[in-house]
């Protein structure tokens, strides 16, 4: 990937920011909630969660964006809250009101094969406590009910990216929308011991696809890892989509309004993955 066309995607991302800005309002107490004991805390006593761990792309069809813009048009001033984790852990990570969560992770791993129409499949579905993935309890749209959707445009993305810059590599996963997990084969002349599926697999079953990456990715969400922007009007968050993960985080009363200008534009080509040498060297 030359540095000219990673200059013209963001170039082009920050002319749409100017260009086709659209508005729109969020309010986390619409989230699906998950049912039991998995629901929401208590918000009048300042308890909130994760909505969903993401980034900003199709994941259908389209390249996932380089970057994404947020501008804070309208941004509550209420007091901080604490965003629970819910996952037995005990995590907790004090917010300000309304804050976007980012996070990092590095790993090297395989593949994955995302759901046509992703946001469509899991609409139904509950996120978990952590908001870092969808819960296994068979809400999905059958795929039979989906929108038309082509074999050809199904997303199958490396889980490590490499970046076109630094040549750093990213532990860069949507595990919301993930449909199956693809594992390559360990490369020849490195140890298999202790290696899960050393000689490959796919991966199809959602309870254990999604089990395996929360096991890879939950560890990168742990308070410390995790930065909450403390919003103010007018602020202008521009943030490299292809390395970090977000999520809206924030209970919200009737009266408390988020209104925010989002901008990202789908890229030229899919990321990249490791190559051959990285692989021998981290696998």
Same mark, same amino acid.
């Given at each position: 990937?030359?540095?000219?066309?990673?200059?013209?995607?963001?170039?082009?991302?920050?002319?749409?920011?100017?260009?086709?800005?659209?508005?729109?309002?969020?309010?986390?107490?619409?989230?699906?909630?998950?049912?039991?004991?998995?629901?929401?805390?208590?918000?009048?006593?300042?308890?909130?969660?994760?909505?969903?761990?993401?980034?900003?792309?199709?994941?259908?069809?389209?390249?996932?964006?380089?970057?994404?813009?947020?501008?804070?048009?309208?941004?509550?001033?209420?007091?901080?809250?604490?965003?629970?984790?819910?996952?037995?852990?005990?995590?907790?990570?004090?917010?300000?009101? %309304?804050?976007?969560?980012? @996070?990092?992770? +590095?790993?090297?791993?395989?593949?994955? $094969?995302?759901?046509?129409? !992703?946001? *469509? #499949?899991?609409?139904?579905?509950?996120?978990?406590?952590?908001?870092?993935?969808?819960?296994?309890? %068979?809400?999905?749209?059958? @795929?039979?009910? +989906?929108?038309?959707?082509?074999?050809? $445009?199904?997303?199958?993305? !490396?889980? *490590? #990216?490499?970046?076109?810059?630094?040549?750093?590599?990213?532990?860069?996963?949507?595990?919301?929308?993930?449909?199956?997990?693809?594992?390559?084969?360990?490369?020849?002349?490195?140890?298999?011991?202790?290696?899960?599926? !050393?000689?490959?697999?796919?991966?199809?079953?959602?309870?254990?696809?999604?089990?395996?990456?929360?096991?890879?990715?939950?560890?990168?969400?742990?308070?410390?890892?995790?930065?909450?922007?403390?919003?103010?009007?007018?602020?202008?968050?521009?943030?490299?989509?292809?390395?970090?993960?977000?999520?809206?985080?924030?209970?919200?009363?009737?009266?408390?309004?988020?209104?925010?200008?989002?901008?990202?534009?789908?890229?030229?080509?899919?990321?990249?993955?490791?190559?051959?040498?990285?692989?021998?060297?981290?696998?």
């Amino acid at each position: 990937m030359s540095s000219s066309l990673v200059t013209l995607d963001i170039a082009i991302a920050l002319a749409c920011l100017v260009l086709a800005w659209f508005l729109f309002r969020i309010n986390h107490r619409r989230a699906p909630l998950p049912p039991g004991p998995r629901r929401l805390p208590n918000e009048a006593k300042g308890a909130t969660r994760f909505y969903r761990w993401h980034i900003d792309a199709a994941l259908y069809d389209l390249s996932p964006p380089r970057v994404t813009t947020l501008y804070g048009l309208t941004v509550p001033t209420d007091p901080q809250q604490v965003c629970r984790y819910d996952d037995g852990t005990g995590d907790e990570l004090p917010i300000p009101l %309304g804050t976007t969560a980012f @996070l990092k992770s +590095l790993a090297m791993h395989s593949k994955v $094969k995302y759901a046509p129409h !992703p946001y *469509v #499949w899991m609409a139904p579905a509950h996120a978990m406590p952590t908001g870092l993935g969808i819960e296994c309890e %068979g809400l999905e749209v059958p @795929l039979t009910e +989906l929108p038309p959707w082509e074999d050809a $445009k199904l997303k199958i993305l !490396p889980v *490590v #990216w490499k970046n076109a810059v630094t040549g750093e590599l990213h532990f860069q996963v949507h595990p919301c929308g993930v449909a199956e997990l693809l594992v390559e084969s360990i490369p020849e002349g490195k140890s298999k011991e202790g290696m899960l599926y !050393p000689d490959g697999a796919r991966l199809t079953d959602l309870k254990e696809v999604r089990g395996l990456l929360y096991k890879m990715q939950r560890p990168a969400i742990a308070p410390k890892l995790v930065y909450p922007h403390d919003w103010k009007e007018k602020d202008l968050v521009i943030f490299h989509n292809r390395g970090v993960l977000h999520s809206v985080v924030g209970a919200f009363t009737s009266d408390q309004v988020r209104a925010f200008h989002q901008c990202n534009l789908a890229a030229s080509d899919d990321p990249t993955g490791p190559t051959t040498e990285d692989v021998k060297k981290w696998a």
